[in-house]
C-alpha cells in the first residue's frame, strides 16, 4: 500500500511539477491515512477500503485529532487526489472517494440523535442475552454518559473507573488536562453488571487491563465499537447519519438544551478551545431557526 502512495508522489513532482513542500503535505497526509487504514480499520489493500471507512476517518480527524476545518479539507482533498490516481491507473475498479463532497467539510456540523433516539439505542443490547449485550448496554451508555471521545474509552483500564463515585478518569492525551467525568447511576448500574457478569466471561488473560474487550478477550479497537453503534442502529431502524462520536454529539446537544453552559461542557468534552464546543451552540440557534420557519412543501 504504501508503494502506491510513493508512486503517486512521483508522479506529482515529475509529472504535475508540484512543490517539494506540496509533496511533503501529500506524504504525511497519505501516510495517516494509510495508518488509519491498515490498523484501525484492518485493510490490506487499497481495493478494501470502503465509503464507510472514509466517514469514519473523517469523523476521527474532527474529534479525535480536532484538526482545524481547512486542515481537515485539505487532507480529504489528499485522499480523494490519491484514490482518483488509484482508479485512473487500473489499481482499482471503483473510486471509494467519488461521493465524498469536500465542501461540505467547511460546513460541518456534528449530527445528533434526538432524545427519544437515544433512549432506543441505549434499550437495543437489552433486547439480548450475554456477555456481549452487557459490555454492548455499559459501552453505550457510558459514552452517552460522558461524551468520552471513542478513542479515549475503547482506551479506558479497569482503575479508571469508580462505580462507587459514578465517575471515570479519563487520562490526558496530547497537551489536555486530565479529566474526571461523572456519569449517571444507570450508567453505573450497566457498568457493575458488565464488569460482574459480562467481562468474566469474555477475559482470556487475567493480566488484561482493559475495562472493555472484544470476544477474543482483547481491548476493543476503535473498529468494533464502531461495528457495534452500527449493529444497533441497523436494529433499531434509527434513520440519522450515525458515527462513532454521534453519542459525544448528542451528548453535548443535550447538556446545552438542559441549560448547561457552553464553558461547563467544554470541559467535560476535553475541548481545548471554547470555540470548538460553540458549534453545537450554533446548531441549537439554526435547529431553532428551521423549526420557527419550516420550509414549505
Known amino acids: 500500500m504504501l508503494e502506491h502512495i510513493e508512486r503517486f508522489l512521483q508522479v506529482l513532482a515529475k509529472e504535475k511539477g508540484y512543490a517539494s513542500n506540496t509533496i511533503v503535505a ?5 501516510t495517516q491515512f494509510h495508518q488509519f487504514a491498515s490498523e484501525t480499520c484492518q485493510r490490506s489493500a487499497w481495493a478494501e477500503v470502503a465509503e464507510h471507512d472514509l466517514e469514519h476517518y473523517l469523523d476521527c480527524l474532527r474529534e479525535d485529532h480536532e484538526y482545524a476545518t ?28 467519488k461521493e465524498m463532497d469536500s465542501p461540505h467539510v467547511r460546513k460541518y456540523t456534528p449530527v445528533s440523535l434526538t432524545e427519544s433516539e437515544v433512549k432506543q439505542l441505549l434499550r437495543a443490547p437489552l433486547q ?9 448496554a455499559a ?11 471513542v478513542s479515549e474509552i475503547v482506551s479506558l483500564d479497569l482503575d479508571q473507573i469508580d462505580l462507587e463515585r459514578g465517575s471515570v478518569h479519563c ?16 450508567a453505573a448500574d450497566a457498568l457493575h453488571a458488565y464488569l460482574t457478569d459480562g467481562r468474566p466471561s469474555l477475559v482470556r488473560d487475567n493480566d488484561e487491563d482493559a475495562l472493555f474487550l ?22 433499531t431502524g434509527i434513520r440519522t447519519a450515525v458515527t462513532p462520536h454521534t453519542l459525544r454529539h448528542s451528548f453535548a446537544r443535550h ?7 457552553v464553558h461547563e461542557v467544554q ?14 451552540t450554533q446548531a441549537q440557534v439554526r435547529a431553532a431557526y428551521e423549526e420557527a420557519h419550516p420550509r414549505s412543501a
Open 70 to 97: 481547512a486542515t481537515v479539507a485539505r487532507k480529504v482533498a489528499a485522499v480523494k487526489s490519491f484514490f482518483h490516481h488509484l482508479a485512473s491507473e487500473g489499481i482499482l475498479t471503483q473510486d471509494p472517494t
Open 267 to 280: 470541559g467535560l468534552l476535553g475541548h481545548a478551545n471554547v470555540s470548538t464546543t460553540q458549534v453545537y
Open 171 to 186: 487520562r490526558a492525551r496530547n497537551r489536555q488536562k486530565d479529566r474526571v467525568l461523572p456519569f449517571y447511576p444507570r
Open 214 to 235: 472484544n470476544h477474543r478477550g482483547q481491548r476493543l479497537t476503535r473498529q468494533g465499537l464502531w461495528l457495534i453503534i452500527k449493529r444497533y442502529v441497523k436494529q
Open 139 to 149: 459501552l453505550l451508555e457510558l459514552l452517552y454518559a460522558t461524551g468520552m471521545r
Open 255 to 261: 447538556m446545552l438544551n438542559g441549560g448547561a453552559d
Open 128 to 136: 439480548s442475552n450475554g456477555a456481549r449485550s452487557l459490555r454492548d
Open 26 to 30: 501529500y506524504r504525511n497526509d497519505l
